[in-house]
């Protein structure tokens, strides 16, 4: 096992691992470590083929499909929306 002796993160950052880690019942340490092992694939692989799971091609296959319906926001419904979850967001965390 290598030991890395410090990463530089922000504080919000680590705010943001601590809560996660915390619901899961781990220190921040081991959060990390998971996430990483989760998201690198081994140093053999050479495709992202792990990554087309069943799941994730038939979201892939209903949004192509809604899309070829015509069943697809404006540009301007994509901003409010992002605006509103935004706005909700700053509700929830204030500085």
Do not use: C
Not at 10 to 26: G, P, V
Not at 41 to 59: C, G, I, S, V
Request: aromatic share 6%; net charge negative.
């Amino acid at each position: 096992m290598k030991v890395m002796q410090q990463v530089a993160i922000s504080d919000r950052a680590y705010s943001r691992l601590q809560r996660a880690a915390a619901a899961r019942s781990m220190t921040v340490g081991a959060y990390i470590e998971d996430l990483v092992s989760q998201d690198i694939p081994p140093a053999t692989a050479d495709n992202h083929e792990r990554m087309f799971t069943p799941e994730r091609l038939a979201l892939i296959d209903a949004a192509e499909a809604d899309a070829l319906a015509g069943n697809v926001y404006t540009p301007e419904q994509v901003r409010d929306f992002i605006q509103q979850k935004h706005d909700a967001w700053l509700q929830t965390h204030p500085n």
